[in-house]
Each structure stands twice: as C-alpha cells, then as structure tokens.
C-alpha cells in the first residue's frame, strides 16, 4: 500500500518525463478507455492529491488523467527502446513523448475526467499531508468529529487527513508513544501527532529509501513496521503485530508493548 510520500515521487517523475511536453503517443490499456487518444496533447503537469495522481493533459478539451496507485501500483519512466523493468501485460498506461515513455503498472484507478471533474474523484479527500495547502487545525477537527475511534482507523481514513498508510500508522503511533487502538480523544495531544506525522512524510518525500528512525540500514528503517518478532529498537521488548479490520480488508498493525501500552 503506498503511503502518501510515493505518490508524492511519483508525480514529480511524471513531471521530469511529461511536464511542458506534447504527447506524441497515448496508450490507455484500460477497457473503457481502448479508444480513448491524447496524441497531441500537451501535458501540463501532475499533482498528487493524498494518493491520488491527476496528470493534466490539454488537447482541445482539458484533461485529467486520474490514477491511483492502490496496492502494487507503480509509474515508471524510461527511454524508448529501453527494457521495462515490469511486465508489460502489467501496464495499464503508456504516455510516450519524444523518445521517453511514462508507463503506469497495476494501477489500481485509471480514468479519463474533464478538468471541472476533478473535485468529484478528490474532493472527498481532507488535507493533504504534503500538499500545498496542509492545514493542519483543519486535519485535527477532521480527525475528532469521531472522538470514539480507533486511531488505526482514523489516520487511515483518507476523508480525515489525506496520505498516510499502514506503514505511517505504525510509526507515529511509536513515535507518540500510542497502541494503534487509542480512541482518538484520548490522544493528549492531537496536533502534535498529527504534525509528527506531516513531519515523517515530509522528511522521505525527496528520498529513495523511506525511514522514519533517520537509519538506513536494513531492519533499522523503522521503529515498528513489519518488524514484529523482533526487539524493539527503543527498549528491546519484542514487537508484535495483530490482524485489525474487515475479512477481505484485514491490515496488520505493529507496535511495542512496552512503548506504546494498549487500553486494557
Ligand atoms: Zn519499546
């Protein structure tokens, strides 16, 4: 699952391949887009919305091209001729300019919308963690409309805050010293957690390598994040992980139970 961060790079490779570029070449391999032909159009650029893309392409009618990247989505950009380190049955979008290619894998949502559309796919979302307009006293008012839930649900549920996935649940709830089953009005601080979380996504939106403990190294990347059955690296206590959610969208949560000890 993606965290906010990776959607954030992969707007900025759209827009080193695309941006300012006419498209010389569209393949949408999508059934309801087959026909669909953005040849000619010039490619304005891309914003990520919490995990959404919207790459806007003018032809004579203003496009959006609406991507999301869901579970194992990915955009890669490469050189014509150049071997796609994905299968190829696996793309779903080829946009060529020139002699480079932006191709989009397993993309979870592909659909072409008007301009005036794009609030409709997006809308729905609350600040965008990495957005340029983050607010975060609106993200905390979002987030305690629903004081009796779970935090797990509640940093994940993209209508509150927009970009944090599983991975980012995990460590700011570390970090804030909180099991993952918290009620958010028992959160005591909220904003700051909220800001911890904007901070983490912050510092690895440029990097290659994510890392919310500022190590590199392998198995030191982060604090909790599938790291279960192994000592915590504040304290030593072994980290666990349980199952949480609904059969079919079960998402496994990390934490210390030293660190972060759960409502009882
Ligand atoms: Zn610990």
């Given amino acids: 699952m993606p965290e906010g961060d990776t959607v954030y790079r992969a707007a900025r490779l759209l827009d080193r391949t695309l941006a300012g570029h006419v498209l010389t070449g569209t393949d949408f391999r999508v059934p309801q887009l087959a026909t669909a032909d953005l040849s000619g159009g010039r490619v304005l650029g891309t914003w990520s919305r919490g995990k959404h893309?919207?790459?806007?392409?003018?032809?004579?009618?203003?496009?959006?091209?609406?991507?999301?990247?869901?579970?194992?989505?990915?955009?890669?950009?490469?050189?014509?001729?150049?071997?796609?380190?994905?299968?190829?049955?696996?793309?779903?979008?080829?946009?060529?300019?020139?002699?480079?290619?932006?191709?989009?894998?397993?993309?979870?949502?592909?659909?072409?919308?008007?301009?005036?559309?794009?609030?409709?796919?997006?809308?729905?979302?609350?600040?965008?963690?990495?957005?340029?307009?983050?607010?975060?006293?609106r993200a905390v008012h979002r987030l305690r409309e629903d004081p009796d839930r779970p935090l797990a649900d509640a940093l994940l549920d993209q209508t509150r805050l927009a970009g944090i996935g599983n991975m980012y649940l995990a460590e700011v709830c570390f970090v804030a010293g909180l099991h993952p089953t918290t009620a958010v009005h028992d959160v005591p601080d909220l904003s700051r957690l909220v800001r911890r979380a904007q901070q983490m996504l912050e510092l690895n939106k440029e990097r290659a390598t994510q890392t919310t403990t500022g190590d590199l190294r392998q198995g030191r990347r982060f604090w909790v994040y599938r790291r279960d059955q192994q000592p915590c690296l504040r304290c030593g206590t072994t980290v666990v992980v349980a199952m949480r959610g609904d059969p079919g969208g079960e998402r496994a949560s990390y934490w210390c139970p030293s660190c972060q000890p759960g409502p009882t």
């Fill in 53 to 137: 893309l919207l790459t806007r392409i003018d032809t004579d009618h203003p496009w959006t091209l609406h991507t999301h990247l869901k579970m194992e989505g990915s955009w890669h950009s490469y050189m014509r001729g150049q071997r796609w380190r994905h299968p190829a049955f696996s793309a779903r979008v080829v946009l060529t300019t020139g002699d480079r290619l932006a191709v989009g894998f397993s993309l979870g949502i592909v659909e072409l919308l008007s301009r005036e559309q794009e609030d409709g796919a997006v809308g729905h979302l609350g600040p965008d963690l990495l957005g340029p307009d983050w607010d975060e006293d």
